[in-house]
């Protein structure tokens, strides 16, 4: 479709989902405070593309300058409250509580900016007391004090900034601003006895509010888990066993904590660099609306086959999770549309909520871009990101094939038609928008050109904006600002996250967990490398509550991957068990982030939901299983080897679809599910001679659901 053309009804079936989404806890600023907040987020995200490609900053500044940033804005922008549909009233009285609090972070502030004019920091020499009362004592206190009273006494009305977040904001700059003025000294004395006390109140100032910051946009599971692994940094004189350790000071623990070996280390570097640039790229793919052109093209075609809309969700909501990274919220954005669509053809709403979190996943998975986890991979392990990309190809085939043929199955048994043809966009004409996928096509043939992943995505970047102008939204100006601004709005969940993981890596290398565990897990598998593999799983799934997958991948490979490769697993093997199993905990019941996210348009159950998205996730739960045996599964092997395991594992996951879903043929009795599941199972190893049990068994189920042997001529065979 050309700038000429018009609009036609069916072809907005997709229109709003490339809107931007607001959370509960989301301002919506007006005027001038509005117009500033929209300002600093632009240049936030500006901030981070112009370093990466036109004048690169000393990594500590850098990354700083990420944090600090990420959680001034971020108190600003999201409230400690749920806003009501209706304003509540101005609290009286509300300046006057907040104004000591308010006081001692503007004095910390002072004392930092005096640092900065008159070049006099806290030198090596100076007393380890130094500006106790003038920095770290008030910075401290202010901060405590005006966090209470976000809490116990929040702005209620949407349109305001909260003076206690102002508050919280400066102490976040404060923060920022001491640890990079004393950086150069922070990097020979942090985490040891040379460390100062004021250097441990700014420290330990940055982890309060990063934890607070990940509470109001992620919830309490990564604050929790985080909070037991700081404990356990105190507590570990009094624990047994390989938990003990002899301690540490406070001052000790949260100037190491603030290093290039916890907050600042890899979850930082990974998503001051990675996150952000393709997060960047999606809002460029939102602001253009090339989004409604990938929904509408699933539509076009796949919408009028049974149970279309679901098979819509696979597709489209798979494409665009791998762009944006972020399980739950791809089904906010997608699922306004999927869900309340596949409702109208008769699927129950939590399995419409659970296709739409299926999808949305897997879409971490699905190459090139793997929700930036194929770059995170490459950075970690050191494999080139051609090697991760090709070795992804057919897992993620695999998953999507499993969680398409749910969805076929499911609409097999309960007769589901698709949409009418004339409800849907015609394909004639969005084949004829094909360029559309020029951004994606350019990042792809870059990387694989050599390019690094910055340049890249910043060449498909600009792509987005240039494709653009061939459609009636072309990016000018205005659309491009509006693209940096909802880039920083969606990725400061990304940026508190990722702060707060890193004080999980910073605890596990203070403390050396990571080695303790590993040794632990290979105590525990006695050299069983399956029974290795299947603690790993539990621990990655149990680790991914609650975080978004970079993270939990981050953390998960920091604490096992070591242990797995220890027992003869390969690198390779070891950290995409770990990746998939981190991107599965989105739904893993009981805390499937995005199943719920899912839940809440359907208004259906969350943990039914939560169920009904794992059963539909179920293949990628064997598949990693599937791919340690066959290392074929990575494209490591001789093609002959790799089509034959290929087949086998897609019977073997529609086996497994069929007994999920009670469907082979028609409909399937409990005792015969069992058997079609095992038969689903036995093809697991992809030998011959389990691949011929599996099909042999598949054949005698069928021959039984077809009446071509009865159920009692079996069990008389069995004599």
Same mark, same amino acid.
């Given at each position: 479709?050309?700038?000429?053309?018009?609009?036609? *009804?069916?072809?907005?079936?997709?229109?709003?989902?490339?809107?931007?989404?607001?959370?509960?806890?989301?301002? /919506?600023?007006?005027?001038?405070?509005?117009?500033?907040?929209? !300002?600093?987020?632009?240049?936030?995200?500006?901030f981070?593309?112009?370093?990466?490609?036109?004048?690169?900053?000393?990594?500590?500044?850098y990354?700083?300058?990420?944090?600090?940033?990420?959680?001034?804005?971020?108190?600003?922008?999201?409230?400690?409250?749920?806003?009501?549909?209706?304003?509540?009233?101005?609290?009286? !009285?509300?300046?006057?509580?907040?104004?000591?609090?308010?006081?001692?972070?503007?004095?910390?502030?002072?004392?930092?900016?005096?640092?900065?004019?008159?070049?006099?920091?806290?030198?090596?020499?100076?007393?380890?007391?130094a500006y106790?009362?003038?920095?770290?004592?008030?910075?401290?206190?202010?901060? !405590?004090?005006?966090?209470?009273?976000?809490?116990?006494?929040?702005?209620?009305?949407?349109? /305001?900034?909260?003076?206690?977040?102002?508050?919280?904001?400066?102490?976040?700059?404060?923060?920022?601003?001491?640890?990079?003025?004393?950086?150069?000294?922070?990097?020979l004395?942090?985490?040891?006895?040379?460390?100062?006390?004021?250097?441990m109140?700014? #420290?330990?100032?940055?982890? $309060?509010? $990063?934890?607070? =910051?990940?509470r109001?946009?992620?919830?309490?599971?990564?604050?929790? $888990?985080?909070?037991?692994?700081v404990?356990?940094?105190?507590?570990?004189?009094?624990?047994?066993?390989?938990?003990?350790?002899?301690?540490?000071?406070?001052?000790?623990?949260?100037t190491?904590?603030?290093?290039?070996?916890?907050?600042?280390?890899?979850?930082?570097?990974?998503?001051?660099?990675?996150? $952000?640039?393709?997060?960047?790229?999606?809002?460029? =793919?939102?602001?253009?609306?090339?989004?409604?052109?990938?929904?509408?093209?699933?539509?076009?075609?796949?919408?009028?086959?049974?149970?279309?809309?679901? /098979?819509?969700?696979?597709f489209?909501?798979?494409?665009?999770?791998?762009?944006?990274?972020?399980?739950?919220?791809?089904?906010?954005?997608?699922?306004?549309?999927?869900?309340?669509?596949?409702? /109208?053809?008769?699927?129950?709403?939590?399995?419409?909520?659970?296709?739409?979190?299926?999808?949305?996943?897997?879409?971490?998975?699905?190459?090139?871009?793997?929700?930036?986890?194929a770059?995170?991979?490459?950075?970690?392990?050191?494999?080139?990101?051609?090697?991760?990309?090709?070795?992804?190809?057919? *897992?993620?085939?695999?998953?999507? #094939?499993?969680?398409?043929?749910?969805?076929?199955?499911?609409?097999?048994?309960?007769?589901?038609?698709?949409? *009418?043809?004339?409800?849907? @966009?015609?394909?004639?004409?969005?084949?004829?928008?094909?360029?559309?996928?020029? @951004?994606?096509?350019?990042l792809?043939?870059?990387?694989?050109?050599?390019?690094?992943?910055?340049?890249?995505?910043?060449?498909?970047?600009?792509?987005?904006?240039?494709?653009?102008?061939?459609?009636?939204?072309?990016?000018?100006?205005?659309?491009?600002?509006?693209?940096?601004?909802?880039?920083?709005?969606?990725?400061?969940?990304?940026?508190?996250?990722?702060?707060?993981?890193?004080?999980?890596?910073?605890?596990?290398?203070?403390t050396?967990?990571?080695?303790?565990?590993?040794?632990?897990?290979?105590?525990?598998?006695?050299?069983?490398?399956?029974?290795?593999?299947?603690?790993?799983?539990?621990v990655?799934?149990?680790?991914?509550?609650?975080? *978004?997958?970079?993270?939990a991948?981050?953390?998960?490979?920091?604490?096992?991957?070591?242990?797995?490769?220890?027992? !003869?697993?390969?690198?390779?093997?070891?950290?995409?068990?770990?990746?998939?199993?981190?991107?599965?905990?989105?739904?893993?019941?009981?805390?499937?982030? #995005?199943?719920?996210?899912?839940?809440?348009?359907?208004?259906?159950? @969350?943990?039914?939901?939560?169920?009904?998205?794992?059963?539909?996730?179920?293949?990628?739960?064997?598949?990693?299983?599937m791919?340690?045996?066959?290392?074929?599964?990575?494209?490591?092997?001789?093609?002959?080897?790799?089509?034959?395991?290929?087949?086998?594992?897609l019977?073997g996951?529609?086996?497994?679809?069929?007994?999920?879903?009670?469907?082979?043929?028609?409909?399937?009795?409990?005792?015969?599910?069992?058997?079609?599941?095992?038969?689903?199972?036995?093809?697991?190893?992809?030998?011959?001679?389990?691949?011929?049990?599996?099909?042999?068994?598949?054949?005698?189920?069928?021959?039984?659901?077809?009446?071509?042997?009865?159920?009692?001529?079996?069990?008389?065979?069995?004599?």
């Amino acid at each position: 479709m050309t700038a000429t053309e018009t609009n036609t *009804p069916e072809q907005d079936i997709a229109s709003g989902v490339d809107n931007e989404i607001f959370s509960a806890n989301q301002r /919506k600023p007006i005027g001038t405070t509005g117009l500033i907040l929209a !300002g600093l987020c632009v240049l936030y995200t500006a901030f981070h593309i112009g370093v990466m490609n036109l004048y690169p900053l000393e990594t500590w500044t850098y990354r700083l300058l990420h944090v600090g940033g990420g959680l001034a804005i971020g108190f600003l922008l999201f409230s400690s409250m749920t806003f009501a549909d209706v304003d509540g009233p101005q609290r009286t !009285g509300r300046l006057a509580i907040l104004a000591p609090g308010f006081a001692l972070i503007a004095l910390a502030l002072g004392q930092v900016v005096l640092f900065w004019l008159t070049s006099a920091g806290i030198d090596q020499a100076a007393s380890s007391t130094a500006y106790r009362y003038t920095f770290g004592v008030p910075l401290l206190l202010g901060t !405590g004090w005006v966090l209470l009273i976000g809490w116990f006494l929040p702005e209620p009305r949407r349109a /305001k900034i909260d003076m206690a977040d102002i508050a919280l904001a400066l102490a976040a700059v404060a923060v920022t601003l001491y640890i990079i003025y004393h950086a150069p000294l922070l990097r020979l004395r942090a985490g040891t006895g040379l460390a100062k006390e004021a250097d441990m109140f700014a #420290a330990l100032v940055g982890v $309060i509010l $990063i934890l607070e =910051l990940t509470r109001r946009m992620a919830g309490l599971a990564l604050v929790i $888990i985080a909070g037991i692994f700081v404990l356990y940094s105190f507590i570990g004189p009094w624990l047994p066993g390989i938990l003990y350790h002899k301690g540490y000071t406070m001052t000790r623990f949260f100037t190491y904590v603030f290093t290039d070996q916890g907050i600042l280390g890899p979850t930082t570097a990974i998503s001051s660099t990675y996150i $952000i640039l393709f997060v960047a790229f999606a809002a460029f =793919l939102q602001a253009s609306r090339v989004g409604e052109y990938f929904v509408n093209f699933a539509f076009a075609a796949a919408g009028d086959r049974r149970g279309g809309p679901a /098979k819509v969700a696979v597709f489209g909501s798979g494409l665009m999770g791998m762009i944006n990274g972020t399980s739950a919220g791809n089904v906010v954005a997608t699922g306004s549309l999927t869900i309340p669509l596949m409702k /109208k053809v008769g699927y129950k709403p939590q399995t419409a909520a659970a296709v739409e979190a299926a999808a949305s996943s897997g879409g971490q998975i699905l190459p090139p871009i793997m929700g930036a986890g194929a770059f995170i991979m490459s950075e970690i392990t050191g494999i080139a990101y051609n090697d991760i990309v090709i070795a992804a190809i057919i *897992p993620a085939l695999l998953y999507f #094939a499993s969680v398409f043929f749910n969805v076929d199955l499911a609409a097999q048994k309960y007769d589901m038609k698709g949409l *009418p043809r004339d409800q849907l @966009p015609k394909f004639a004409k969005l084949a004829r928008q094909v360029y559309l996928f020029i @951004p994606i096509i350019i990042l792809i043939a870059a990387l694989f050109m050599g390019y690094s992943v910055i340049r890249a995505g910043t060449l498909a970047m600009g792509a987005a904006a240039v494709v653009s102008w061939l459609t009636p939204y072309p990016m000018g100006a205005k659309a491009i600002l509006f693209a940096l601004e909802i880039s920083t709005k969606m990725v400061l969940q990304l940026v508190a996250v990722c702060a707060a993981a890193g004080i999980i890596v910073g605890v596990i290398a203070l403390t050396g967990l990571g080695t303790r565990f590993s040794s632990l897990l290979l105590g525990l598998a006695d050299n069983n490398q399956v029974l290795a593999l299947f603690f790993a799983m539990i621990v990655s799934i149990v680790l991914g509550m609650g975080m *978004p997958t970079t993270a939990a991948y981050a953390v998960a490979a920091s604490v096992i991957a070591p242990g797995l490769i220890q027992m !003869g697993i390969e690198t390779l093997t070891a950290h995409f068990f770990i990746f998939y199993f981190a991107v599965m905990s989105a739904i893993t019941p009981p805390v499937a982030l #995005a199943a719920y996210a899912g839940a809440a348009i359907a208004q259906s159950d @969350p943990m039914k939901t939560s169920v009904e998205s794992f059963k539909m996730g179920l293949a990628a739960f064997v598949v990693p299983f599937m791919f340690f045996s066959s290392p074929e599964l990575l494209m490591q092997g001789e093609v002959l080897d790799i089509i034959h395991v290929v087949i086998g594992a897609l019977i073997g996951v529609y086996l497994l679809s069929s007994a999920v879903q009670g469907w082979f043929f028609g409909n399937l009795n409990m005792i015969l599910r069992v058997v079609l599941a095992l038969a689903a199972m036995s093809m697991i190893d992809s030998g011959y001679l389990t691949d011929a049990i599996g099909v042999g068994v598949a054949l005698l189920v069928w021959a039984i659901q077809t009446k071509l042997i009865k159920p009692g001529s079996v069990a008389r065979g069995s004599d």
